[in-house]
């Protein structure tokens, strides 16, 4: 265990003047304390110019093995009343999970003579017992004859099965003939003659059949008994991971204010996230309730590359993981006085909803910033409710699309439910032309392109969206520059899927323009809103099917 406040840093620039934060930081949305904001001014001096280790961060080009990191500043006052902070990093760094300066991991996994260390080495070896029995060259013999097998039986076989079509359609045209031709008792005699031969061609089928089963099984079974000693160390492999998985689950313990510890299996039950305790955050008031240091405020930033699939920024402040660090977080905050959740807060309360257009089966309307447009688990103000409320003899869901609640301008409201489906036909066919303006923290240098990147939610970290190739929903978006103003880009973007965050993501995201919108507090950086309007909208009235179209200007 390390020292008393081995890792409390003084800070070196001078913080008088500066005042304490009240309430400790609400970890899933917040701004950095000015505190916090100069000790992570300090840890990034620290890491430019550091010599005790080297990790790839991607910062000079070299972008094939760069691994980007999260790291944490916590503001704590030790007993003496003095103000200085922790570092930490989530995971690994440079191949090992300790180094001076940062806060050592809760359940450091990876020391020597560990029961973790011990346990792998063990599984390592099941590894390397099964890798040289799967590279038995019998096993890929026999599992190419089995497919040459199955192959040449599915070919035999459907060769027999058009020649009994043939003879199907033969026998049809001999009793055709036949009941022309002969006697009513030669047309039975022949009859009962085509049926035999029916039954013989089943019977051929059935012998056939069996005779390829034979062959395959023979071949399946040779294989089978190749591959049984693999799967017997396949399942004791997967029982010692299991035992270990649980007994490293309760290794990790979180200690709170209280005093009081509960281990990732307390919190998480069974199946916990891959990486949970590996955070900076909980690392960090991990150390401070361990040697009696006072939390005062945290911030967490991301040092290099943007990952592949998310999205981060270079020195950009981020909120902590929902689904790895919000049950250990909770805990470990738990009798402690923190600022309140700004995400219960309804920010439109008192913004109206302006209507450009209205009649009797359709309402164009321009919705403000930073109101839903259908209720949330914990708002219940929104467009749909303004809505029903405005219009209380409407019909059907009203809502035929949606705009993120951050985003401003035109949405369509149906008020029968006839034109709600016509009108959501348009959009599921991508007849309805979509156009927003927003503006870039950035200088682009194309005058327009096309952005294809699928995209798909984060689960480790929702409402945030993810490219994935694998597994995400085609996206595509159009783009035009306006104008380059101020350091500032501002582009007119062309949606032609609607998938959530799309525009948000194809902006920010490296393989997009690699540039966030000016005000995203998710992928960007927060401001007074998020500078994305849905200025232009042409469809097609469910009634009349005359083309209407409605633009109206951002107010940014």
Same mark, same amino acid.
């Given at each position: 265990?390390?020292?008393?406040?081995?890792?409390?840093?003084?800070?070196?620039?001078?913080?008088?003047?500066?005042?304490?934060?009240?309430?400790?930081?609400? /970890?899933?949305?917040?701004?950095?304390?000015?505190?916090?904001?100069?000790?992570?001014?300090?840890?990034?001096?620290?890491?430019?110019?550091?010599?005790?280790?080297?990790?790839?961060?991607?910062?000079?080009?070299?972008?094939?093995?760069?691994?980007?990191?999260?790291?944490?500043?916590?503001?704590?006052?030790?007993?003496?009343?003095?103000?200085?902070?922790?570092?930490?990093?989530?995971?690994?760094?440079?191949?090992?999970?300790?180094?001076?300066?940062?806060?050592?991991?809760?359940?450091?996994?990876?020391?020597?003579?560990?029961?973790?260390?011990?346990?792998?080495?063990?599984?390592?070896?099941?590894?390397?017992?099964?890798?040289?029995?799967?590279?038995?060259?019998?096993?890929?013999?026999?599992?190419?004859?089995?497919?040459?097998?199955?192959?040449?039986?599915?070919?035999?076989?459907?060769?027999?099965?058009?020649? &009994?079509?043939?003879?199907?359609?033969?026998?049809?045209?001999?009793?055709?003939?036949?009941?022309?031709?002969?006697?009513?008792?030669?047309?039975?005699? $022949?009859?009962?003659?085509?049926?035999?031969?029916?039954?013989?061609?089943?019977?051929?089928?059935?012998?056939?059949?069996?005779?390829? #089963?034979?062959?395959?099984?023979?071949?399946?079974?040779?294989?089978?008994?190749?591959?049984?000693?693999?799967?017997?160390?396949?399942?004791?492999?997967?029982?010692?991971?299991?035992?270990?998985?649980?007994? $490293?689950?309760?290794?990790?313990?979180?200690?709170?204010?209280?005093?009081?510890?509960?281990?990732?299996?307390?919190?998480?039950?069974?199946?916990? /996230?891959?990486?949970?305790?590996?955070?900076?955050?909980?690392?960090?008031?991990?150390?401070?309730?361990?040697?009696?240091?006072?939390?005062?405020?945290?911030?967490?930033?991301?040092?290099?590359?943007?990952?592949?699939?998310?999205?981060?920024?270079?020195?950009?402040?981020?909120?902590?993981?929902?689904?790895?660090?919000?049950?250990?977080?909770?805990?470990?905050?738990?009798?402690?006085?923190?600022?309140?959740?700004?995400?219960?807060?309804?920010?439109?309360?008192?913004?109206?909803?302006?209507?450009?257009?209205?009649? #009797?089966?359709?309402?164009?309307?321009?919705? /403000?910033?930073?109101?839903?447009?259908?209720?949330?688990?914990?708002?219940?103000?929104?467009?749909?409710?303004?809505?029903?409320?405005?219009?209380?003899?409407?019909?059907?869901?009203?809502?035929?699309?949606?705009?993120?609640?951050?985003?401003?301008?035109?949405?369509?409201?149906?008020?029968?439910?006839?034109?709600?489906?016509?009108?959501?036909?348009?959009?599921?066919?991508?007849?309805?032309?979509?156009?927003?303006?927003?503006?870039?923290?950035?200088?682009?240098?194309?005058?327009?392109?096309?952005?294809?990147?699928?995209?798909?939610?984060?689960?480790?970290?929702?409402?945030?969206?993810?490219?994935?190739?694998?597994?995400?929903?085609?996206?595509?978006?159009?783009?035009?520059?306006?104008?380059?103003?101020?350091?500032?880009?501002?582009?007119?973007?062309?949606?032609?899927?609607?998938?959530?965050?799309?525009?948000?993501?194809?902006?920010?995201?490296?393989?997009?323009?690699?540039?966030?919108?000016?005000?995203?507090?998710?992928?960007?950086?927060?401001?007074?809103?998020?500078?994305?309007?849905?200025?232009?909208?042409?469809?097609?009235?469910?009634?009349?099917?005359?083309? &209407?179209?409605?633009?109206? #200007?951002?107010?940014?």
């Amino acid at each position: 265990m390390p020292k008393q406040d081995s890792c409390f840093n003084t800070f070196k620039h001078t913080i008088d003047g500066i005042g304490l934060p009240e309430k400790f930081t609400f /970890p899933f949305y917040y701004q950095p304390h000015r505190l916090c904001e100069l000790a992570a001014q300090e840890l990034q001096d620290y890491l430019q110019t550091q010599t005790d280790w080297q990790h790839n961060f991607g910062l000079t080009g070299n972008l094939d093995s760069a691994i980007g990191k999260m790291f944490g500043v916590l503001l704590v006052q030790n007993k003496k009343g003095e103000l200085g902070y922790l570092a930490a990093f989530s995971g690994k760094l440079a191949d090992s999970n300790k180094w001076s300066y940062f806060v050592p991991p809760v359940f450091d996994m990876l020391s020597e003579n560990s029961f973790y260390q011990e346990q792998q080495a063990t599984i390592n070896q099941l590894n390397e017992f099964i890798r040289q029995l799967e590279s038995n060259p019998k096993i890929t013999h026999h599992q190419q004859t089995r497919d040459t097998e199955i192959a040449l039986s599915q070919q035999h076989i459907q060769v027999h099965r058009d020649a &009994m079509i043939e003879g199907r359609k033969h026998r049809k045209q001999q009793r055709q003939q036949g009941e022309k031709q002969l006697s009513p008792t030669g047309y039975e005699l $022949l009859c009962q003659q085509l049926a035999n031969e029916s039954i013989i061609q089943k019977k051929q089928l059935e012998l056939l059949t069996q005779h390829w #089963d034979d062959r395959i099984n023979a071949v399946k079974q040779a294989l089978a008994s190749m591959l049984a000693p693999i799967e017997a160390l396949k399942n004791q492999r997967k029982v010692l991971s299991a035992s270990l998985q649980k007994h $490293l689950f309760e290794q990790y313990r979180f200690l709170n204010s209280s005093g009081e510890y509960k281990s990732i299996s307390d919190l998480f039950g069974d199946a916990p /996230p891959a990486g949970a305790g590996e955070c900076a955050a909980p690392k960090l008031l991990h150390y401070a309730f361990l040697h009696d240091l006072k939390p005062l405020a945290m911030a967490e930033f991301w040092w290099g590359a943007s990952p592949k699939s998310e999205i981060r920024q270079h020195k950009q402040f981020y909120s902590a993981c929902q689904n790895k660090c919000q049950p250990i977080l909770s805990h470990m905050l738990d009798g402690m006085l923190v600022d309140e959740n700004p995400l219960l807060t309804n920010p439109a309360h008192n913004k109206d909803i302006d209507i450009v257009y209205q009649d #009797d089966v359709m309402v164009i309307i321009n919705k /403000p910033f930073d109101m839903l447009s259908v209720p949330g688990k914990s708002i219940q103000d929104c467009v749909y409710q303004r809505m029903k409320d405005a219009f209380p003899t409407a019909t059907g869901p009203l809502i035929v699309h949606r705009l993120d609640m951050s985003t401003s301008g035109l949405m369509v409201i149906a008020l029968t439910k006839e034109a709600n489906k016509h009108l959501q036909t348009q959009f599921i066919r991508r007849t309805v032309k979509k156009r927003y303006v927003a503006l870039l923290d950035g200088v682009l240098n194309q005058m327009q392109g096309t952005i294809n990147l699928p995209l798909r939610v984060d689960l480790d970290d929702r409402p945030r969206q993810l490219v994935c190739y694998d597994y995400g929903k085609a996206a595509e978006t159009d783009w035009d520059v306006i104008e380059t103003k101020n350091g500032q880009t501002k582009v007119f973007f062309y949606p032609k899927t609607g998938r959530t965050h799309q525009l948000r993501v194809h902006s920010a995201h490296v393989k997009g323009l690699n540039m966030p919108i000016v005000g995203d507090d998710l992928y960007g950086k927060k401001a007074n809103r998020l500078h994305l309007h849905a200025d232009y909208l042409a469809l097609k009235h469910p009634v009349s099917d005359s083309l &209407m179209e409605f633009q109206i #200007d951002a107010e940014f």
